[in-house]
């Protein structure tokens, strides 16, 4: 798997979850991906609130929201790493607010199961 194909089956995902996150619809995120490392919707929705309150902040931007930390919004805000063990891939996504990329990061993963398929899981929301 190439980091292109890695970026065409991650956006589609990274955008609802996204979206779902920048309209705080929390509750939807379990109908699109799951949880690793013993998160679970009420650990991120609980870091993503800590980070808002510390920032001072009282939203994220939806994935479409024009950045402007540089011309290529896509590679500024999600890196994709591919596994070499060919188990899948991981996501790095630099959440924004009006247009400004903030230090909270949605890491996920997707992993290939056997028939084929990349399940999306949520790793992980903090501050890199």
Excluded: W
């Amino acid at each position: 798997m190439t980091e292109q194909e890695a970026f065409e089956i991650a956006v589609p995902i990274v955008r609802v979850v996204v979206d779902y996150i920048a309209n705080k619809s929390y509750e939807k995120i379990p109908d699109v991906v799951g949880f690793s490392n013993g998160n679970s919707l009420q650990l991120i929705v609980a870091a993503i609130n800590q980070f808002m309150d510390d920032a001072g902040i009282t939203y994220m931007d939806t994935y479409d929201t024009p950045c402007k930390n540089g011309p290529d919004r896509y590679h500024e805000q999600l890196n994709v790493f591919v596994y070499s063990d060919g188990r899948g891939f991981a996501v790095d996504y630099s959440l924004a607010t009006n247009g400004e990329i903030n230090d909270l990061t949605l890491q996920m993963e997707f992993l290939v199961d056997s028939n084929g398929n990349y399940n999306p899981f949520i790793e992980d929301c903090h501050v890199l």
